[in-house]
Antibody, heavy 120, light 110 residues
Framework: QVQLQESGPGLVKPSQTLSLTCTVSGGSISSGGYYWSWIRQHPGKGLEWIGYIYYSGSTYYNPSLKSRVTISVDTSKNQFSLKLSSVTAADTAVYYC????????????WGQGTLVTVSS | QSALTQPASVSGSPGQSITISCTGTSSDVGGYNYVSWYQQHPGKAPKLMIYEVSNRPSGVPDRFSGSKSGNTASLTISGLQAEDEADYYCSSYTSSSPCLFGGGTKLTVL
């Protein structure tokens, strides 16, 4: 059973960089076949897809966030990470990591989510 | 890119059937059979309920079914149960993005 777990600071100051890591267990990122994704959910709102990374390092980002987002992967630790720069209060959200199937495009495994608040 | 369109809320009594619609365009819902549905209870992560328009993952009750006609996909829950009360989100592959979500629908079981 694949499991994903987000980790990182729950509080980030405005203008700084939000950094989160997702640790995958029960499966290997380097085996391929999946896009490792980040999704966020503003308080009381809907889901917003941020982007994904493949084990090879290739990425795809939501155009609305592309200028501020970097997703990286560390296959040796079976982890992938999200960095979102120049954050504002509008980036306050629950951030989820999830697995997206290559070629079939559904998110079959999700982390529990982590709330990140942007505030001074 | 605008979110797929879902009704903000639907409701039904136990035992009844309800349908949640998800409307897009020919560049997303209408153009691909990569529509999925997610159930989210308060404070929990979304859970995959339907993939590729009408397929159920193992463990999802057969009360949940999906379909698509043109640019609109639908999730139907039959024999409504109290535990089905949750938020539901559709998602579709699009010509410019691998994942576009709907705005979400709050299901209330009366």
């Amino acid at each position: 059973q694949v499991q994903l777990q987000e980790s990182g600071p729950g509080l980030v100051k405005p203008s700084q960089t939000l950094s989160l890591t997702c640790t995958v267990s029960g499966g290997s990122i380097s085996s391929g076949g999946y896009y490792w994704s980040w999704i966020r959910q503003h308080p009381g709102k809907g889901l917003e897809w941020i982007g994904y990374i493949y084990y090879s390092g290739s990425t795809y980002y939501n155009p609305s966030l592309k200028s501020r987002v970097t997703i990286s992967v560390d296959t040796s630790k079976n982890q992938f990470s999200l960095k979102l720069s120049s954050v504002t209060a509008a980036d306050t959200a629950v951030y989820y990591c999830a697995r997206l199937g290559e070629g079939y495009y559904y998110l079959d495994y999700w982390g529990q989510g982590t709330l990140v608040t942007v505030s001074s | 890119q605008s979110a797929l369109t879902q009704p903000a809320s639907v409701s039904g009594s136990p035992g009844q059937s309800i349908t949640i619609s998800c409307t897009g365009t020919s560049s997303d819902v209408g153009g691909y059979n990569y529509v999925s549905w997610y159930q989210q209870h308060p404070g929990k992560a979304p859970k995959l309920m339907i993939y590729e328009v009408s397929n159920r993952p193992s463990g999802v009750p057969d009360r949940f079914s999906g379909s698509k006609s043109g640019n609109t996909a639908s999730l139907t829950i039959s024999g409504l149960q109290a535990e089905d009360e949750a938020d539901y989100y559709c998602s579709s592959y699009t010509s410019s993005s691998p994942c576009l979500f709907g705005g979400g629908t709050k299901l209330t079981v009366l």
